[in-house]
């Protein structure tokens, strides 16, 4: 048996929110920590419709991210994968330099194809794009918090212009009056970009008709390249359709824990409301890791106390001020480093202690305590929020984590309880 739908995802908790939406709309889906060994593809395939390779490349050198990507590619076509999927942030994360573009050429070249979509919309968390520029919420990207971020700062909306930036071939638009004539008007501008030329087209929706509407009009592209929004629409073009039984996880058990390093302003909101609520937390701070403090001991030190009445929250969260000023005496790239390193072995540490049920938020944070973890893949389950699932993984020694990876910029304010709340009511029902 081979997969429907290969897809190819720029970071961890990216991955999950694009795991998610298949499930929601009927597929199996199993998701992939890195690139598996050759070999592998047929014992994953006969129990997926479709798979997500997540990789940690959505900052990383493009050249990287590139070599990764394609390695990804050609295990997902060895897998029979029918259509691929380049998974990147519903914010549009990236730089002049990369990484969207780049990869996305690289995988075009590589499936021999000369033109693709580009759409980061998600109407339902609010990410839209209209006359090709992305909204976040009710503000242009360009003014939403994006516009601060430590490694990817969005400073420009119209995505036309800056996808163009990270390519070498021309980029167009295929605009909200086309997509709301259906399938068939975006299947006549594909082909009039094609003839001018264009390579790729920013693709505008508004709301969840439009993805629906764009799925249908790009069966049969071998490469499409998105935000996880477009996956409401893909899997009804192989008959799939919701179904209860592609989410269902094993029973959950074990203590319960919260690892947070995202500095975006919705992680912020969600540790604050987790801080009014009286509930044990652990601030992780930087300048004291530097300082050759053993943070991460003292944070186990204080979970292991309060882990019977938990959950706990160990977090390193902080205003943006905040962030520039550790950034500036530390570097960006070494203060993120310590962060990550250091929850990481806090996740370890928690598991070692019987934390059963994980959440994690922020992505590059994600990506390191799911190598920490040794986790080789992820059966994706039941929906929290919007673009965030609970996964099952098998630990090494056999037992079940349930674990979900959470975008920084994603989620309501009280998502940390929100979260164990379903797996208690998945557990009762």
Same mark, same amino acid.
């Given at each position: 048996?081979?997969?429907?739908?290969?897809?190819?995802?720029?970071?961890?908790?990216?991955?999950?929110?694009?795991?998610? +939406?298949?499930?929601?709309?009927? $597929?199996?889906?199993?998701? *992939?920590?890195? @690139?598996?060994? &050759?070999? %592998?593809?047929?014992? !994953?395939?006969?129990?997926?419709?479709?798979?997500?390779?997540?990789?940690?490349?959505?900052?990383?050198?493009?050249?990287?991210?590139?070599?990764?990507?394609?390695?990804?590619?050609?295990?997902?076509?060895?897998?029979?994968?029918?259509?691929?999927?380049?998974?990147?942030?519903?914010?549009?994360?990236?730089?002049?330099?990369?990484?969207?573009?780049?990869?996305?050429?690289?995988?075009?070249?590589?499936?021999?194809?000369?033109?693709?979509?580009?759409?980061?919309?998600?109407?339902?968390?609010?990410?839209?794009?209209?006359?090709?520029?992305?909204?976040?919420?009710?503000?242009?990207?360009?003014?939403?918090?994006?516009? +601060?971020?430590?490694?990817?700062? $969005?400073?420009?909306?119209? *995505?036309?212009? @800056?996808?163009? &930036?990270? %390519?070498?071939?021309? !980029?167009?638009?295929?605009?909200?009056?086309?997509?709301?004539?259906?399938?068939?008007?975006?299947?006549?501008?594909?082909?009039?970009?094609?003839?001018?030329?264009?390579?790729?087209?920013?693709?505008?929706?508004?709301?969840?008709?439009?993805?629906?509407?764009?799925?249908?009009?790009?069966?049969?592209?071998?490469?499409?390249?998105?935000?996880?929004?477009?996956?409401?629409?893909?899997?009804?073009?192989?008959?799939?359709?919701?179904?209860?039984?592609?989410?269902?996880?094993?029973?959950?058990?074990?203590?319960?824990?919260?690892?947070?390093?995202?500095?975006?302003?919705?992680?912020?909101?969600?540790?604050?409301?987790?801080?009014?609520?009286?509930?044990?937390?652990?601030?992780?701070?930087?300048?004291?890791?530097?300082?050759?403090?053993?943070?991460?001991?003292?944070?186990?030190?204080?979970?292991?106390?309060?882990?019977?009445?938990?959950?706990?929250?160990?977090?390193?969260?902080?205003?943006?001020?905040?962030?520039?000023?550790?950034?500036?005496?530390?570097?960006?790239?070494?203060?993120?480093?310590?962060?990550?390193?250091?929850?990481?072995?806090?996740?370890?540490?928690?598991?070692?202690?019987?934390?059963?049920?994980?959440?994690?938020?922020?992505?590059?944070?994600?990506?390191?305590?799911?190598?920490?973890?040794?986790?080789?893949?992820?059966?994706?389950?039941?929906?929290?929020?919007?673009?965030?699932?609970?996964?099952?993984?098998?630990?090494?020694?056999?037992?079940?984590?349930?674990?979900?990876?959470?975008?920084?910029?994603?989620?309501?304010?009280?998502?940390?309880?929100?979260?164990?709340?379903?797996?208690?009511?998945?557990?009762?029902?």
């Amino acid at each position: 048996m081979s997969i429907r739908l290969g897809c190819i995802a720029d970071d961890f908790t990216g991955a999950t929110d694009l795991a998610n +939406n298949l499930v929601r709309a009927g $597929m199996r889906v199993v998701q *992939l920590i890195d @690139v598996p060994p &050759a070999g %592998t593809a047929g014992d !994953v395939a006969t129990d997926a419709d479709a798979v997500v390779i997540a990789l940690k490349s959505r900052t990383v050198p493009a050249a990287e991210a590139v070599d990764a990507s394609l390695r990804a590619l050609a295990w997902l076509r060895s897998a029979g994968a029918e259509q691929i999927y380049f998974k990147y942030c519903s914010t549009f994360d990236s730089t002049p330099a990369g990484n969207i573009g780049p990869v996305t050429e690289a995988l075009m070249d590589a499936l021999g194809t000369d033109f693709t979509i580009a759409t980061p919309a998600f109407p339902d968390n609010g990410r839209t794009v209209f006359k090709g520029h992305l909204f976040v919420g009710d503000v242009l990207l360009a003014e939403s918090g994006m516009r +601060n971020h430590p490694l990817t700062p $969005m400073t420009d909306s119209n *995505l036309v212009s @800056v996808l163009g &930036a990270q %390519t070498t071939r021309p !980029v167009g638009l295929i605009d909200h009056t086309v997509v709301a004539d259906g399938a068939e008007a975006i299947r006549s501008r594909i082909a009039e970009l094609r003839a001018n030329g264009v390579a790729t087209a920013i693709v505008d929706a508004v709301s969840n008709d439009d993805l629906v509407r764009m799925g249908a009009a790009v069966q049969g592209l071998p490469l499409v390249t998105a935000g996880s929004g477009l996956a409401i629409g893909l899997p009804a073009n192989w008959g799939f359709r919701p179904s209860p039984a592609a989410a269902q996880l094993p029973p959950s058990a074990g203590h319960r824990a919260i690892v947070s390093g995202s500095v975006s302003e919705a992680t912020n909101g969600q540790v604050l409301e987790f801080l009014k609520s009286g509930r044990p937390a652990f601030s992780v701070d930087p300048l004291r890791i530097a300082a050759g403090e053993d943070v991460a001991g003292q944070a186990l030190a204080f979970a292991e106390a309060h882990l019977p009445d938990g959950p706990v929250l160990v977090y390193s969260t902080e205003t943006s001020d905040t962030v520039r000023t550790v950034q500036g005496r530390l570097g960006a790239a070494e203060a993120g480093e310590l962060v990550e390193r250091t929850l990481a072995r806090v996740a370890q540490g928690l598991v070692e202690r019987g934390v059963r049920r994980l959440v994690v938020a922020g992505g590059e944070t994600s990506g390191a305590v799911v190598q920490a973890l040794g986790l080789t893949g992820l059966r994706i389950g039941p929906q929290i929020d919007p673009g965030v699932p609970w996964c099952a993984a098998a630990l090494p020694a056999g037992d079940t984590l349930h674990i979900t990876l959470k975008s920084g910029n994603f989620g309501g304010p009280g998502f940390f309880t929100d979260a164990f709340a379903l797996l208690d009511a998945e557990a009762a029902a």
